[in-house]
């Protein structure tokens, strides 16, 4: 009875939970370092950490098998549990009966085995039919190396059949007697195709029904009464509505992030360097041309995204950046020494005398023009990226930069000019070779640049813009002309246009930070001195946060049109769209709750602020093949929800702390009462956000199903998805430990704002710090944000200390 008793236990079920969440996050590291043959060797497939998941399944069966769990659980739990089983034994039939491999296949050859994946190693294995690669298509975007989708023609046979004609390509499977066919890669010299191979009927079938409880058991979960949730949610109903909130904080936080990323900036002299003015600039900046991501912008979008790689700003100064495009292109010799160029190193700083922030182009050369930077750059490309140490990897963005800036200078950045006769829409700049074009043609492209870097300078000394103007019309014309594949959709580039002059993102995080931070104190003033003022004020500045709110969801709706696609690909989009749907929860909830505008309001503010920086980078990019697909917009979009909730959590979990802190003999009624209401409600919201999660997460290993042919393959993201959820899992369990009876209230707001670090890493971390195939956009400056996410984590751990001294003297 006892080793029942303890294979039942909830202290069993902690263990096992924690001790499955830190290998997990001991073995993404270890993959990053090692490779994933030895993460898969020594842990992912290792007995023992199969053995690990398999005590881990019987325990939960335990724990319900047993008479009083089996009593007090709603139905809806229980499937929502019991799912989590099905789909360990799914994943169980899989890794022992299921069948991977790749099949290599050139153009005209026919293959009928395939070389199966077997753990320690590759063997052969015949396959049930024969396939034939008719022809295989790499589809670029216009005039990159960037591929849109590749896709591979098949003749499929089998014995005593008729052959099979299919077409198989990223996201769209073949199946044939239970084997299916995905398009993995393909040849360099793209005459053939490898294919991904994966027969497992029956782990697919039983994995898929535990998905499908994993939802029903949610959907009950949430109407249930006799459900935690329902039980939540009916004592919440029983306290007062409108629980007003304190927190003496983040008021002057507003001010402090309200303004764009500072820099020690010179003052730029007008009277020093000449400058092209901003309305013909503005003309200019309306021209398209083919960025070399294959992405057809106007020319504004190219150049802002310039003056950031160079600068790390939107503006230099006063100075826009078409402004700044033409003053390079136009006056080289004057503003090849002004000092625009960013450097983080303050040795390279101080090499080259200076002592801010940025150097000048010239400084890199000498007084004979040759570049100084050449054997360094050349001895650091020879070496190894792991022999590279923090010093070379800066030269090298010096290096970058400095290139930039001298095509720049040659007119070899700036592809303004389609070739209507390239099937490929490849486009050229005035500076490359002009073989391609005939005639007329030839003559504009070669001579248009000279005669119009000449009316900038006669602009500038006459300020008479006509002609200048007229050149700009010009090459407009030809644009329109000769723009065939792809054609120019003016609409969506006057809509990008105005999405780049609105800023709206910006104005946005202006008005989250100082309308949340108001309503703050205003809560933080009825809390304790009773404004009776209180009231309207936060209903005036309510409708104002909606007014922003509208801009923002205008802003969303304005980069969904113009990329074509949901918003949500890289991590500059994740944050904007993760802040405008917490912005949009929590006005949602604002007659029952006031505080969570506030507080959703502040947190989005931030959001959009960190969004902000030169860190993540704003630029609209086309979609890697495997992103092209109706499953990103459901997998991200809940996952995102998800994530909503969970910063929700932490912020209440935070300022129930901050509560705590406040605790006195004269308000201990008053504020306990509402620590209890908050607390009731973030666990509501927390169940939301592990719901959210853990959908999400498994809609995402629907889709790996589809486009890799498996669920799962441990992955950096997939794994930290998986513990995140391990771990919000243990922070709603911690009632059924009995070690912190009469504590729970106090540990579990702790944890709430510590857990959110592991959605952090989910969502960041793992690009700042690992690789993997989710590192679509990764990103740079992991080294501060480590130091950001110690600093924090040591506020709130003396925060919670203090206030558990406090809860213990008072409650």
Same mark, same amino acid.
Request: proline fraction near 3%.
């Given at each position: 009875?006892?080793?029942?008793?303890?294979?039942?236990?909830?202290?069993?079920?902690?263990?096992?939970?924690?001790?499955?969440?830190?290998?997990?996050?001991?073995?993404?590291?270890? *993959?990053?370092?090692?490779?994933?043959?030895?993460?898969?060797?020594?842990?992912?497939?290792?007995?023992?950490?199969?053995? %690990?998941?398999?005590?881990?399944?019987?325990?939960?069966?335990? $724990?319900?098998?047993?008479?009083?769990?089996?009593?007090?659980? !709603?139905?809806?739990?229980?499937?929502?549990?019991? =799912? %989590?089983?099905?789909?360990?034994?799914?994943?169980?039939?899989?890794?022992?009966?299921?069948?991977?491999?790749?099949?290599?296949?050139?153009?005209? &050859?026919?293959?009928?085995?395939?070389?199966?994946? *077997?753990?320690?190693?590759?063997?052969?294995?015949?396959?049930?039919?024969?396939?034939?690669?008719?022809?295989?298509?790499?589809?670029?975007?216009?005039?990159?190396?960037?591929?849109?989708?590749? *896709?591979?023609?098949?003749?499929?046979?089998? &014995?005593?059949?008729?052959?099979?004609?299919?077409?198989?390509?990223?996201?769209?499977?073949?199946?044939?007697?239970?084997?299916?066919?995905?398009?993995?890669?393909?040849?360099?010299? #793209?005459?053939?195709?490898?294919?991904?191979?994966?027969?497992?009927?029956?782990?697919?079938?039983?994995?898929?029904?535990?998905?499908?409880?994993?939802?029903?058991?949610?959907?009950?979960?949430?109407?249930?009464?006799?459900?935690?949730?329902?039980?939540?949610?009916? *004592?919440?109903?029983? $306290?007062?509505?409108?629980?007003?909130?304190?927190?003496?904080?983040?008021?002057?936080?507003?001010?402090?992030?309200?303004?764009?990323?500072?820099?020690?900036? &010179?003052? %730029? !002299?007008?009277?020093?360097?000449?400058?092209?003015?901003?309305?013909?600039?503005?003309?200019?900046?309306?021209?398209?041309?083919?960025?070399?991501?294959?992405?057809?912008?106007?020319?504004?979008?190219?150049?802002?995204?310039?003056?950031?790689?160079?600068?790390?700003?939107?503006?230099?100064?006063?100075?826009?950046?078409?402004?700044? +495009?033409?003053?390079?292109?136009?006056?080289?010799?004057?503003?090849?020494?002004?000092?625009?160029?960013?450097?983080?190193?303050?040795?390279?700083?101080?090499? +080259?005398?200076?002592?801010?922030?940025?150097?000048?182009?010239?400084?890199?050369?000498?007084?004979?023009?040759?570049?100084?930077?050449?054997? &360094?750059?050349?001895?650091?490309?020879?070496?190894?990226?792991?022999?590279?140490?923090?010093?070379?990897?800066?030269?090298?963005?010096?290096?970058?930069?400095?290139?930039?800036?001298?095509?720049?200078?040659?007119?070899?950045?700036?592809?303004?000019?389609?070739?209507?006769?390239?099937?490929?829409?490849?486009?050229?700049?005035?500076?490359? #070779?002009?073989?391609?074009?005939?005639?007329?043609?030839?003559?504009?492209?070669?001579?248009?640049?000279?005669?119009?870097?000449?009316?900038?300078?006669?602009?500038?000394?006459?300020?008479?813009?006509?002609?200048?103007?007229?050149?700009?019309?010009? $090459?407009?014309?030809?644009?329109?002309?000769?723009?065939?594949?792809?054609?120019?959709?003016?609409?969506?580039?006057?809509?990008?246009?105005?999405?780049?002059?609105?800023?709206?993102?910006?104005?946005?995080?202006?008005?989250?930070?100082?309308?949340?931070?108001?309503?703050?104190?205003?809560?933080?003033?009825?809390?304790?001195?009773?404004?009776?003022?209180?009231?309207?004020?936060?209903?005036?500045?309510?409708?104002?946060?909606?007014?922003?709110?509208?801009?923002?969801?205008?802003?969303?709706?304005?980069?969904?049109?113009?990329?074509?696609?949901?918003?949500?690909?890289?991590?500059?989009?994740?944050?904007?769209?993760?802040?405008?749907?917490?912005?949009?929860?929590?006005?949602?909830?604002?007659?029952?709750?006031?505080?969570?505008?506030?507080?959703?309001?502040?947190?989005?503010?931030?959001?959009? +602020?960190?969004?902000?920086?030169?860190?993540?980078?704003?630029?609209?990019?086309?979609?890697?093949?495997?992103?092209?697909?109706?499953?990103?917009?459901?997998?991200?979009?809940?996952?995102?929800?998800?994530?909503?909730?969970?910063?929700?959590?932490?912020?209440?979990?935070?300022?129930?702390?901050?509560?705590?802190?406040?605790?006195? =003999?004269?308000?201990?009624?008053?504020?306990?009462?509402?620590?209890?209401?908050?607390?009731?409600?973030? #666990?509501?919201?927390?169940?939301?956000?592990?719901?959210?999660?853990?959908?999400?997460?498994?809609?995402?290993?629907?889709?790996?199903?589809?486009?890799?042919?498996?669920?799962?393959?441990?992955?950096?993201? #997939?794994?930290?998805?998986?513990?995140?959820?391990?771990?919000?899992?243990?922070?709603?369990?911690?009632?059924?430990?009995?070690?912190?009876?009469?504590?729970?209230?106090?540990?579990?707001?702790?944890? !709430?704002?510590?857990?959110?670090? !592991?959605?952090?890493?989910?969502?960041?971390?793992?690009?700042?710090?690992?690789?993997?195939?989710?590192?679509?956009?990764?990103?740079?400056?992991?080294?501060?944000?480590?130091?950001?996410?110690?600093?924090?984590?040591?506020?709130?751990?003396?925060?919670?200390?203090?206030?558990?001294?406090?809860?213990?003297?008072?409650?």
């Amino acid at each position: 009875m006892k080793l029942i008793r303890l294979i039942a236990s909830p202290i069993l079920m902690y263990v096992l939970a924690g001790v499955y969440a830190l290998v997990l996050a001991i073995a993404t590291f270890v *993959e990053n370092s090692s490779g994933p043959a030895v993460a898969r060797e020594y842990f992912y497939y290792a007995p023992w950490f199969i053995l %690990l998941q398999l005590l881990q399944a019987v325990n939960l069966l335990a $724990m319900f098998l047993q008479g009083g769990y089996f009593k007090r659980i !709603s139905k809806g739990s229980l499937i929502f549990h019991g =799912a %989590l089983v099905f789909i360990w034994l799914g994943a169980a039939v899989t890794h022992y009966a299921g069948v991977t491999g790749i099949m290599h296949i050139r153009e005209g &050859e026919t293959v009928d085995r395939m070389m199966r994946d *077997e753990g320690a190693g590759m063997g052969n294995a015949s396959l049930p039919f024969s396939v034939t690669l008719d022809d295989f298509r790499l589809k670029r975007y216009p005039g990159s190396h960037s591929p849109m989708s590749y *896709e591979s023609d098949l003749v499929i046979k089998k &014995e005593n059949e008729a052959p099979l004609q299919a077409t198989v390509r990223m996201n769209k499977v073949i199946e044939v007697d239970g084997y299916r066919l995905f398009q993995s890669s393909f040849d360099p010299d #793209e005459q053939g195709t490898v294919l991904s191979v994966s027969y497992d009927r029956p782990g697919m079938q039983i994995t898929y029904i535990g998905y499908f409880l994993l939802f029903a058991g949610f959907v009950l979960t949430l109407f249930s009464k006799k459900s935690r949730f329902g039980r939540l949610r009916r *004592e919440l109903g029983e $306290m007062k509505k409108n629980a007003p909130f304190c927190l003496l904080l983040f008021l002057g936080l507003s001010g402090a992030l309200g303004t764009q990323a500072s820099y020690a900036q &010179e003052t %730029l !002299s007008s009277s020093q360097l000449p400058c092209i003015p901003a309305p013909h600039a503005r003309k200019f900046g309306s021209l398209v041309l083919l960025n070399p991501n294959g992405r057809l912008e106007p020319v504004n979008s190219y150049t802002s995204a310039i003056l950031r790689k160079l600068y790390g700003a939107d503006k230099l100064n006063s100075i826009n950046s078409d402004q700044f +495009f033409l003053n390079l292109l136009a006056f080289p010799d004057e503003w090849g020494g002004y000092p625009f160029i960013k450097v983080d190193n303050k040795d390279i700083l101080q090499r +080259f005398g200076r002592d801010g922030k940025y150097i000048a182009w010239q400084d890199v050369f000498d007084a004979d023009g040759n570049y100084v930077l050449t054997d &360094e750059v050349n001895a650091i490309y020879a070496k190894s990226a792991s022999e590279r140490k923090r010093m070379d990897s800066d030269l090298l963005k010096l290096d970058e930069s400095v290139n930039i800036v001298y095509r720049i200078m040659q007119h070899q950045l700036l592809p303004l000019f389609p070739d209507e006769n390239d099937v490929q829409g490849k486009w050229y700049s005035a500076g490359d #070779e002009q073989t391609v074009f005939h005639d007329k043609d030839s003559l504009f492209v070669s001579k248009i640049m000279d005669w119009y870097i000449y009316e900038l300078g006669n602009g500038v000394r006459t300020n008479n813009w006509k002609e200048a103007d007229k050149i700009v019309d010009m $090459m407009h014309i030809f644009q329109q002309a000769k723009s065939k594949t792809p054609a120019i959709d003016n609409q969506r580039v006057k809509a990008e246009l105005l999405y780049n002059q609105l800023n709206l993102f910006f104005w946005c995080r202006l008005a989250y930070l100082i309308l949340g931070g108001i309503l703050l104190f205003i809560a933080c003033g009825e809390i304790i001195a009773d404004f009776k003022w209180g009231s309207r004020l936060s209903s005036i500045l309510i409708v104002l946060l909606i007014a922003a709110f509208l801009a923002h969801t205008t802003g969303v709706l304005l980069r969904w049109y113009i990329s074509e696609r949901a918003p949500w690909a890289n991590a500059y989009e994740s944050m904007i769209c993760t802040s405008w749907l917490l912005v949009g929860g929590g006005l949602l909830f604002a007659r029952r709750f006031r505080i969570l505008p506030a507080l959703a309001g502040l947190l989005g503010g931030i959001m959009l +602020f960190v969004a902000g920086l030169n860190h993540l980078n704003p630029e609209i990019t086309p979609l890697v093949p495997v992103l092209q697909s109706y499953w990103l917009m459901s997998h991200v979009a809940i996952i995102m929800i998800g994530y909503v909730f969970f910063a929700l959590c932490a912020l209440t979990g935070l300022f129930n702390l901050i509560l705590m802190n406040l605790l006195s =003999a004269t308000n201990r009624v008053k504020l306990l009462f509402r620590i209890r209401e908050f607390t009731l409600l973030n #666990e509501m919201a927390m169940i939301l956000g592990l719901f959210f999660m853990t959908a999400g997460t498994f809609l995402g290993a629907i889709w790996a199903n589809v486009s890799w042919g498996r669920y799962w393959g441990w992955d950096p993201k #997939e794994t930290w998805a998986l513990i995140s959820i391990v771990v919000y899992a243990l922070v709603l369990h911690i009632r059924f430990i009995p070690l912190l009876k009469g504590k729970t209230t106090w540990c579990y707001n702790l944890l !709430s704002v510590v857990s959110i670090l !592991s959605i952090i890493m989910t969502w960041f971390g793992v690009n700042y710090y690992l690789s993997g195939l989710h590192s679509y956009g990764k990103t740079e400056g992991g080294d501060l944000l480590l130091w950001i996410w110690g600093a924090g984590l040591c506020v709130v751990l003396a925060l919670a200390l203090f206030a558990r001294r406090r809860l213990k003297k008072y409650s």
